[in-house]
């Protein structure tokens, strides 16, 4: 058989490039997801090879893959640290979702810029969580100032949803709950 759906057409990779790709997936699986440095470079070492070696197509690939984990990588690197969990900050926050009613409490996303502790200046994308928020509702849109207990995303325990890949997919950087205070007011 020819044409480009036959076996021929792959003649082109070593056999063991094949092999290469399955290792490659099962250490990504095993790595923890910090070890992304790691992976980063395997993989453009795997294109400098391939590049070397003239398979264009194999060197493609691990490109795609760097970008790919560089990009999960920067992710991880700007996320709100573990070790910091818990940790109460005020913020100012712009609200830029829509705000919903989750189980009696307000859950929206933010673009929230710390005003106090060590990490002041920063700004991160956050999921915030208002148990008894105040009437009217904060509105998309809206600038507030508040003090919110941050947290980072975490990895799930076996067969629990996987909140840090839907906070990789959907850009948050930490999680928040909003601490009743009498700082918690619209900026404008």
Same mark, same amino acid.
Do not use: K
């Given at each position: 058989? @020819? +044409?480009?759906?036959?076996? =021929?057409?792959? $003649?082109?990779?070593?056999?063991?490039? +094949?092999?290469?790709?399955?290792? #490659?997936?099962?250490?990504?699986?095993?790595?923890?997801?910090?070890?992304?440095?790691?992976?980063?470079?395997?993989?453009? +070492?795997?294109?400098?090879?391939?590049?070397?070696?003239?398979?264009?197509?194999?060197?493609?690939?691990?490109?795609?893959?760097?970008?790919?984990?560089? $990009?999960? *990588?920067?992710?991880?690197?700007?996320?709100?640290?573990?070790?910091?969990?818990?940790?109460?900050?005020? @913020?100012?926050?712009? /609200?830029?979702?829509?705000?919903?009613?989750?189980?009696?409490?307000?859950?929206?996303? $933010?673009?929230? @810029?710390?005003?106090?502790?060590?990490?002041? #200046?920063? @700004?991160?994308? %956050?999921? /915030?969580?208002?148990?008894? !928020? !105040?009437?009217? *509702?904060? %509105? $998309? +849109?809206?600038?507030?100032?508040?003090?919110?207990?941050? =947290?980072? !995303?975490?990895? !799930?325990?076996?067969?629990?949803?996987?909140?840090?890949?839907?906070?990789?997919?959907?850009? /948050?950087?930490?999680?928040?709950?909003?601490?009743?205070?009498?700082?918690? =007011?619209?900026?404008?």
């Amino acid at each position: 058989m @020819t +044409g480009r759906h036959s076996s =021929r057409a792959l $003649a082109a990779l070593p056999r063991s490039s +094949g092999y290469l790709a399955a290792l #490659g997936v099962c250490l990504a699986m095993a790595l923890p997801f910090e070890a992304g440095a790691y992976g980063l470079a395997i993989a453009l +070492g795997s294109a400098l090879l391939a590049a070397l070696w003239r398979h264009l197509r194999l060197a493609v690939i691990a490109v795609a893959a760097s970008v790919f984990m560089l $990009a999960a *990588w920067w992710w991880s690197w700007s996320c709100w640290p573990a070790s910091a969990d818990g940790e109460r900050v005020r @913020t100012e926050a712009v /609200i830029d979702s829509l705000v919903t009613l989750r189980n009696g409490a307000l859950e929206f996303d $933010a673009d929230v @810029t710390l005003v106090s502790g060590v990490a002041r #200046g920063r @700004t991160l994308r %956050a999921r /915030i969580v208002w148990r008894a !928020p !105040p009437r009217p *509702w904060p %509105a $998309a +849109g809206e600038r507030w100032q508040l003090l919110l207990q941050l =947290r980072a !995303p975490r990895v !799930p325990a076996l067969g629990a949803r996987d909140a840090a890949r839907e906070a990789f997919r959907d850009g /948050i950087h930490a999680r928040a709950t909003v601490i009743a205070s009498p700082l918690d =007011r619209v900026v404008c």
